[in-house]
C-alpha cells in the first residue's frame, strides 16, 4: 500500500474509531446495571482519547506530543471506570482494585512522561506510532489486563440476552488483543491487519448494540 492511501485510510481509521467507540459509550450509559454503566464511562474515555488523535492523524503537527498526551489522560483515567465497573459483579474488592489500577495510571503517566518519554511518530506509509519505551509498553499491558479484561467478563456476566452476551464477550476481548498490538507493534503490515480487524469488531460490536431491542 503506498503513502498516499494510507494517509487517508489512518485518518478515516481513528474517525471511525472514536465514532464507535462513542456510540457503544452511549448503548452502555444508557441502562440501568451499575457495572454496564461503570464500563460505559470507560468507553467514554477511549473515545476521548481516539479524538484527540485523529485530530493528531489529520493535522500531523510539528510537535506530536501535546495531542499525544491530550489523549493519553482520558485513555488512562477510563481504566478506574472499568476496574469500577469489574468490582460490582466479580470476586473483587473494589478498593484493592481501584487502588492498584489508581497506582499504574500514575506509573505510566510518570513514566512515559518524565522518565521514558514517548516519542511518537509517523511511518513513511503515514501510520501513527506512540514511540513507547519497553517499560512504558508493559505498564500498558498492565493496566489493560487488571481492569479493562476483568471489566469485559463483568459486562458479560451482567448481560442477560445470551446473542448480546456472546458478541460483547468476543467483541470486547478481540478490542483487548487490538489495543496491545496497537502500542507495541512497529511493523506498518501488522498494524493495518490490525486496524481492519480492530474496524471489524468495532462495527459488529455497535451494529449489534443498536439492533438489540433486549433489556441488559
Given at each position: 500500500?503506498?503513502?498516499?492511501?494510507?494517509?487517508?485510510?489512518?485518518?478515516?481509521?481513528?474517525?471511525?474509531?472514536?465514532?464507535?467507540?462513542?456510540?457503544?459509550?452511549?448503548?452502555?450509559?444508557?441502562?440501568?446495571?451499575?457495572?454496564?454503566?461503570?464500563?460505559?464511562?470507560?468507553?467514554?474515555?477511549?473515545?476521548?482519547?481516539?479524538?484527540?488523535?485523529?485530530?493528531?492523524?489529520?493535522?500531523?503537527?510539528?510537535?506530536?506530543?501535546?495531542?499525544?498526551?491530550?489523549?493519553?489522560?482520558?485513555?488512562?483515567?477510563?481504566?478506574?471506570?472499568?476496574?469500577?465497573a469489574?468490582?460490582?459483579?466479580?470476586?473483587?474488592?473494589?478498593?484493592?482494585?481501584?487502588?492498584?489500577?489508581?497506582?499504574?495510571?500514575?506509573?505510566?503517566?510518570?513514566?512515559?512522561?518524565?522518565?521514558?518519554?514517548?516519542?511518537?511518530?509517523?511511518?513513511?506509509?503515514?501510520?501513527?506510532?506512540?514511540?513507547?519505551?519497553?517499560?512504558?509498553v508493559?505498564?500498558y499491558?498492565?493496566?489493560?489486563?487488571?481492569?479493562?479484561?476483568?471489566?469485559?467478563?463483568?459486562?458479560?456476566?451482567?448481560?442477560?440476552?445470551?446473542?448480546?452476551?456472546?458478541?460483547?464477550?468476543?467483541?470486547?476481548?478481540?478490542?483487548?488483543?487490538?489495543?496491545?498490538?496497537?502500542?507495541?507493534?512497529?511493523?506498518?503490515?501488522?498494524?493495518?491487519?490490525?486496524?481492519?480487524?480492530?474496524?471489524?469488531?468495532?462495527?459488529?460490536?455497535?451494529?449489534?448494540a443498536?439492533?438489540?431491542?433486549?433489556?441488559?
Open positions: 500500500m503506498d503513502s498516499t492511501s494510507s494517509n487517508l485510510l489512518v485518518p478515516l481509521f481513528f474517525i471511525l474509531a472514536t465514532l464507535g467507540v462513542a456510540i457503544l459509550a452511549w448503548w452502555f450509559l444508557s441502562k440501568k446495571q451499575a457495572a454496564l454503566k461503570y464500563f460505559g464511562w470507560g468507553l467514554l474515555g477511549y473515545a476521548l482519547g481516539l479524538a484527540a488523535w485523529t485530530v493528531l492523524v489529520i493535522t500531523k503537527p510539528t510537535d506530536m506530543k501535546p495531542l499525544i498526551l491530550v489523549g493519553v489522560v482520558p485513555f488512562l483515567l477510563a481504566h478506574i471506570a472499568y476496574a469500577k469489574a468490582s460490582e459483579k466479580l470476586a473483587i474488592k473494589a478498593s484493592t482494585l481501584m487502588g492498584l489500577v489508581f497506582t499504574l495510571i500514575v506509573v505510566i503517566f510518570v513514566f512515559r512522561t518524565f522518565i521514558y518519554p514517548s516519542e511518537p511518530y509517523f511511518s513513511d506509509k503515514g501510520y501513527l506510532y506512540f514511540g513507547l519505551a519497553p517499560a512504558v508493559a505498564l499491558i498492565a493496566i489493560f489486563s487488571v481492569s479493562f479484561l476483568p471489566a469485559i467478563r463483568a459486562v458479560s456476566a451482567t448481560i442477560k440476552d445470551k446473542s448480546v452476551k456472546s458478541v460483547m464477550a468476543i467483541g470486547f476481548t478481540t478490542l483487548y488483543i487490538n489495543s496491545i498490538i496497537l502500542v507495541t507493534t512497529k511493523d506498518n503490515t501488522l498494524q493495518l491487519i490490525n486496524g481492519v480487524v480492530m474496524s471489524l469488531a468495532l462495527l459488529t460490536l455497535w451494529v449489534k443498536l439492533s438489540s431491542r433486549a433489556k441488559a
